[in-house]
C-alpha cells in the first residue's frame, strides 16, 4: 500500500509575493520572507491504489466531487515517481479555510511530505521545495520552521525558487497573534486569482515589485540585529505597498472590514504605549500581529473590546513538516 500522513504549519509573510513571474511553474514575482507558526497546522493523508478510479479530495471531512488544482499537482507528483495511480487525499485544516490564513500552504506542504514518501521518491529538501511551490507557492516556505526566505530566482522552470531557511528563532522572543475576524467567512476571490488581476489592472503593481527587495534585505538586517521594531516596520510598510496595489486594481481588490481597521487602529494606539505589536494582512479580512510573549497578554485584552473579532490565536514559532 503506498499510503503516508504528514503535517506542517503554516507560514505568515513578513514580506510577501503578490503576483507570478512564470504561471506554469507557479514562480512568484518577488522574493518573500515568512515566519513559520506552531498553532496553525494542517494534517494530510494521501494514498495511491490502482483501486481508485479517479483523484478524490476531502477537505476538513467534506468530500469535494473535483480539484482541478491538486489533480494537476499529483500529475507532476506520479511524472516523478513513475506512477499511473490515482490517488485519495483527506487533509484536515486545524484553523480557518480559504480565509487569508495560509492554508493552500501547509497544504500542499504537507501533502508534498506525504506523498513522495508514499511513493518512496528520495528527494532533497531543495527539490520537495520545488514541488511544494508548483501546488502553492507559499506551499514552499511551509515546509521549513522558523523564519524563511523564498527567492524568485531567475531559471525559467523555478529551479532555483525554493525555500531556504535562514533562523529558527530560538534565542529570539517573537510571537504571532492571528486576529480572526468574522470567523468562517470564505474568500470571495482566491489569493491566485485576486494577485494576477491586480499584476493586470493596478497601476501601483510594478511600484510594488519596485520595493520588495529593498523591504528584503532590510528585513534580514533586522532579523540579524533582533530588532523587532524596525522588522516590524518593515514589515507594515510592504503589507500597505501591497495591499496598495490591490486597492488600485479595477476593479478593487479588497480584503479589509470595519473589524480589520479596526484592529490595525488599536495596534497603533498599543504601540503609543510602548507596547512592541505590528501587523500584517495577507488576502483575507484577519489581521496577524507579531509581537513578544511578555505583550501577548495586553495585545490580547485590548482585541477582545474589538466588536467582529470572533477568534484569537497566539502562536510561536512553528518547525519543519514531517511524517506523522
Known sequence: M????????????????WGKRNQA?????????????????TTSTIEFSDKFTADTLSLNDTPLIKDARLTMWLDIVRKKADC???????????????????SSASAYASLTVAATHALKLNLSIQEQSDLARQGSASAARSLLGGLVLLPSGTDPQGKDSVAVAIDDCS?????????????????????????????????????????????IKQAKQAIAQRNLNTL?????????????????????????????????????????QNIDCYITMDAGP?????????????????????????????????????LV
Not at 503506498?2 to 509575493?17: G, M, R, S, V
Not at 484536515?92 to 480565509?99: L, Y
Not at 482585541?303 to 514531517?322: N, P, Y
Open 286 to 322: 484577519h489581521v496577524k500581529i507579531l509581537t513578544t510573549h511578555k505583550h501577548i497578554d495586553a495585545v490580547e485584552n485590548r482585541l477582545k473590546t474589538i466588536t467582529g473579532v470572533t477568534e484569537i490565536i497566539t502562536s510561536g514559532v512553528g518547525k519543519h513538516a514531517a
Open 2 to 17: 503506498f499510503k503516508a500522513t504528514a503535517q506542517a504549519c503554516a507560514n505568515i509573510a513578513l514580506i510577501k509575493y
Open 171 to 215: 534565542d529570539w522572543d517573537i510571537a504571532m497573534i492571528i486576529v480572526v475576524i468574522n470567523h468562517g467567512k470564505m474568500k470571495s476571490m482566491s489569493s491566485r486569482d485576486a494577485m494576477n488581476h491586480c499584476a493586470k489592472t493596478s497601476p501601483l503593481y510594478q511600484c510594488w515589485l519596485d520595493t520588495t527587495s529593498s523591504d
Open 232 to 272: 516590524g516596520t518593515i514589515m507594515e510598510h510592504n503589507t500597505f505597498a501591497m495591499h496598495g496595489a490591490a486597492w488600485a486594481s479595477r476593479p478593487p481588490v479588497r480584503y479589509a472590514t470595519p473589524a480589520t481597521i479596526a484592529v490595525l487602529d488599536s495596534v497603533n494606539e498599543l504601540r503609543k
Open 25 to 41: 511553474f507557479n514562480i512568484p514575482a518577488t522574493d518573500s520572507l515568512s515566519l513559520t507558526l506552531d498553532k496553525l497546522t
Open 84 to 102: 499511473t495511480q490515482y490517488a485519495s487525499v483527506s487533509s484536515t485544516n486545524h484553523f480557518p479555510t480559504a480565509s487569508g490564513l495560509a
